[in-house]
């Protein structure tokens, strides 16, 4: 991602989960959002099946035994 | 002069258990010996936030009252714990300013329960880095925890605390965390042993979340007889905790003076070759050479593995505070504000594509260990840098310090394999380094049986830092 492209991501999704950003902040979180966007194009490069299921599963929650 | 409490205090767990139940000493002896060991040192070291003298005081006493026949492993051993563990009576304060303002915690986490259950004497809480994202304890608001082994430097983290009190002798044992390395890197940097088990392997009811999907919990020690003895008395299924495994329980007590015989054990190459400094190298290499591990394999996914943890990390961890970091940003840690703020804004779908990543190197790696029962790799890129350290130069390239402790765990603990991090000296003039020992999941027995024979073999050992 380019740096404008970074820059517009970060204020478009801050405002959209409603999340100010400080102006003493704003550098830094450009820093870490592009170091992300690094390494989301790392783990977007894996090649991934349908098979390749999510590491989070769900695990349903029996109820309370009655008294 | 030493008294035989303040002497048995230095050594081992197990061997302060073996004297209180045979009469040698008291629990309230040991205890008062770790309470002025903690007084007389921890202004130099700050790893303890909250002593709990009284409690630790009240507990001594009830255990001196019981029979000394009384079914108790670890009778009197006194222990403390991370402070993002509940401890009744006390905020949980997981590193940050903003919990010290909420409520004490009603009633201990369940490890805490379990340990106490078996005769252990809970003294304090230690300090961290706020939230656990961090590796290396410069805590802004609780002050940094320094490396006993030369307070200049930085004790590791996040759990920098219970690795450095461990190596201070103020306890022999404690717990920490470990979400991306943060039981490994400080075990690595302060010279101590410590136990990352299997994912959902240990309860983590009643200890304040930083990542639920890669959130573990563990125990630090000066001996890996130690680490076993405290994580036999903390393993069982607990339905307070989600991740929490049903499964039964495993001792790794009874195997783990039994020996290598039989093991196939090799070296982890590239990721954890490249990304390691010379010194990490030859640590590998000695252990290596001890447990007769000529082969070397790879990891192919292990970039995009850790690539993969941090963004998971990224994003669970911030969601976790979003409406805090909305509300008042400025009581953050300064050093990981900005990148929790990052985390908030994270694509679902790096999110989501990480968590199958995950998933895909999780199976590559199981076919790995149809051919290996244990791998070595470093625990750390380097040893303990300076307190205030900004970068790091591995192999020629210059990355930012914090994060960069923690690319060699990152990868393991993305998919939940128990890790026996060992302390290895002499690779660095004064200063430790460790040694990551990887076993297939379940399988604590095995690294703990390395381990074992590598401290009996006098390669890896953890003396108490000379303060």
Same mark, same amino acid.
């Given at each position: 991602?380019?740096?404008?492209?970074?820059?517009?991501?970060?204020?478009?999704?801050?405002?959209?989960?409603?999340?100010?950003?400080?102006?003493?902040?704003?550098?830094?979180?450009?820093?870490?959002?592009?170091?992300?966007?690094?390494?989301?194009?790392?783990?977007?490069? !894996?090649?991934?099946?349908?098979?390749?299921?999510?590491?989070?599963?769900?695990?349903? !929650?029996?109820?309370?035994?009655?008294? | 002069?030493?008294?035989?409490?303040? %002497?048995?205090?230095?050594?081992?767990?197990?061997?302060?258990?073996?004297?209180?139940?045979?009469?040698?000493?008291?629990?309230?002896?040991?205890?008062?010996?770790?309470?002025?060991?903690?007084?007389?040192?921890?202004?130099?070291? *700050?790893?303890?936030?909250?002593?709990?003298?009284?409690?630790?005081?009240?507990?001594?006493?009830?255990?001196?009252?019981?029979?000394?026949?009384?079914?108790?492993?670890?009778?009197?051993?006194?222990?403390?714990?991370?402070?993002?563990?509940?401890?009744?009576?006390?905020?949980?304060?997981?590193?940050?300013?903003?919990?010290?303002?909420?409520?004490?915690?009603?009633?201990?986490?369940?490890?805490?329960?379990?340990?106490?259950?078996?005769?252990?004497?809970?003294?304090?809480?230690? *300090?961290?880095?706020?939230?656990?994202?961090?590796?290396?304890?410069?805590?802004?608001?609780?002050?940094?925890?320094? *490396?006993?082994?030369?307070?200049?430097?930085?004790?590791?983290?996040?759990?920098?605390?219970?690795?450095?009190?461990? &190596?201070?002798?103020?306890? #022999?044992?404690?717990?920490?965390?470990?979400?991306?390395?943060?039981?490994?890197?400080?075990?690595?940097?302060?010279?101590?042993?410590? %136990?990352?088990?299997?994912?959902?392997?240990?309860?983590?009811?009643?200890?304040?979340?930083?990542?639920?999907?890669?959130?573990?919990?563990? #125990?630090?020690?000066?001996?890996?007889?130690?680490?076993?003895?405290?994580?036999?008395?903390?393993?069982?299924?607990?339905?307070?905790?989600?991740?929490?495994?049903?499964?039964?329980?495993?001792?790794?007590?009874?195997?783990?003076?039994?020996?290598?015989?039989?093991?196939?054990?090799?070296?982890?190459?590239?990721?954890?070759?490249?990304?390691?400094?010379?010194?990490?190298?030859?640590?590998?290499?000695?252990?290596?050479?001890?447990?007769?591990?000529?082969?070397?394999?790879?990891?192919?996914?292990?970039?995009?593995?850790?690539?993969?943890?941090?963004?998971?990390?990224?994003?669970?961890?911030?969601?976790?505070?979003?409406?805090?970091?909305?509300?008042?940003?400025?009581?953050?840690?300064?050093?990981?504000?900005?990148?929790?703020?990052?985390?908030? %804004?994270? #694509?679902?779908?790096?999110?989501?594509?990480?968590?199958?990543?995950?998933?895909?190197?999780?199976?590559?790696?199981?076919?790995?260990?149809?051919?290996?029962?244990?791998?070595?790799?470093?625990?750390?890129?380097?040893?303990?840098?300076?307190?205030?350290?900004?970068?790091?130069?591995?192999?020629?390239?210059?990355?930012? &310090?914090?994060?960069?402790?923690?690319?060699?765990?990152?990868?393991?603990?993305?998919?939940?394999?128990?890790?026996?991090?060992?302390?290895?000296?002499?690779?660095?003039?004064?200063?430790?380094?460790?040694?990551?020992?990887?076993?297939?999941?379940?399988?604590?027995?095995?690294?703990?049986?390395?381990?074992?024979?590598?401290?009996?073999?006098?390669?890896?050992?953890?003396?108490?830092?000379?303060?």
């Amino acid at each position: 991602m380019t740096e404008e492209e970074i820059a517009a991501a970060v204020d478009a999704n801050a405002a959209l989960v409603r999340l100010p950003l400080a102006d003493a902040h704003r550098a830094g979180v450009l820093r870490y959002f592009a170091l992300a966007a690094e390494m989301a194009e790392l783990v977007l490069a !894996v090649p991934l099946g349908r098979d390749d299921e999510s590491a989070a599963v769900f695990r349903p !929650v029996a109820p309370p035994e009655a008294p | 002069m030493s008294s035989p409490a303040s %002497l048995l205090l230095a050594g081992s767990a197990t061997e302060i258990a073996r004297a209180v139940r045979a009469g040698e000493c008291s629990a309230s002896g040991l205890c008062e010996a770790a309470l002025e060991r903690i007084e007389a040192t921890d202004g130099r070291i *700050n790893a303890f936030t909250a002593v709990t003298a009284e409690r630790a005081r009240a507990r001594a006493r009830a255990l001196d009252a019981l029979p000394l026949d009384a079914a108790l492993p670890l009778r009197g051993v006194p222990f403390a714990v991370k402070n993002l563990f509940d401890v009744a009576g006390l905020p949980t304060l997981a590193g940050a300013k903003i919990e010290a303002d909420r409520s004490a915690a009603a009633a201990d986490a369940t490890l805490v329960r379990r340990l106490e259950a078996a005769g252990a004497v809970l003294v304090g809480a230690l *300090n961290m880095d706020e939230y656990a994202y961090g590796f290396t304890t410069e805590n802004t608001h609780y002050g940094p925890t320094r *490396n006993p082994h030369d307070p200049a430097r930085v004790s590791g983290g996040s759990s920098g605390g219970s690795a450095a009190a461990v &190596a201070a002798g103020q306890v #022999p044992v404690t717990l920490g965390s470990d979400t991306n390395g943060s039981i490994r890197v400080p075990s690595s940097l302060c010279g101590v042993f410590g %136990l990352k088990p299997t994912f959902g392997r240990l309860s983590r009811a009643g200890t304040y979340p930083f990542v639920a999907s890669l959130d573990h919990l563990g #125990p630090f020690a000066r001996s890996v007889a130690d680490l076993a003895a405290f994580y036999d008395a903390m393993q069982g299924a607990d339905a307070l905790d989600p991740a929490c495994a049903q499964r039964r329980d495993e001792p790794v007590g009874p195997t783990l003076a039994t020996g290598i015989g039989g093991l196939r054990v090799a070296t982890l190459g590239g990721w954890f070759e490249t990304m390691a400094g010379p010194q990490a190298r030859a640590a590998v290499r000695r252990v290596a050479e001890s447990l007769g591990a000529s082969a070397t394999v790879e990891w192919p996914l292990a970039r995009a593995a850790r690539a993969a943890a941090f963004l998971i990390t990224n994003a669970e961890g911030a969601s976790l505070h979003l409406e805090d970091l909305r509300t008042r940003p400025d009581d953050f840690e300064p050093l990981s504000r900005d990148r929790f703020l990052a985390g908030a %804004l994270l #694509p679902a779908h790096w999110v989501l594509r990480a968590q199958r990543v995950r998933q895909r190197f999780a199976r590559e790696v199981a076919e790995c260990f149809a051919h290996v029962d244990l791998l070595l790799a470093p625990a750390t890129p380097v040893v303990a840098p300076p307190i205030g350290t900004e970068t790091l130069d591995i192999n020629g390239v210059v990355l930012p &310090a914090r994060p960069s402790l923690g690319l060699l765990t990152q990868p393991v603990s993305c998919i939940g394999l128990p890790v026996c991090a060992v302390p290895v000296w002499g690779v660095h003039e004064t200063l430790p380094i460790g040694v990551q020992i990887i076993a297939a999941p379940w399988r604590e027995d095995l690294a703990l049986r390395a381990a074992a024979a590598l401290e009996a073999a006098g390669v890896c050992h953890a003396p108490v830092a000379r303060l």
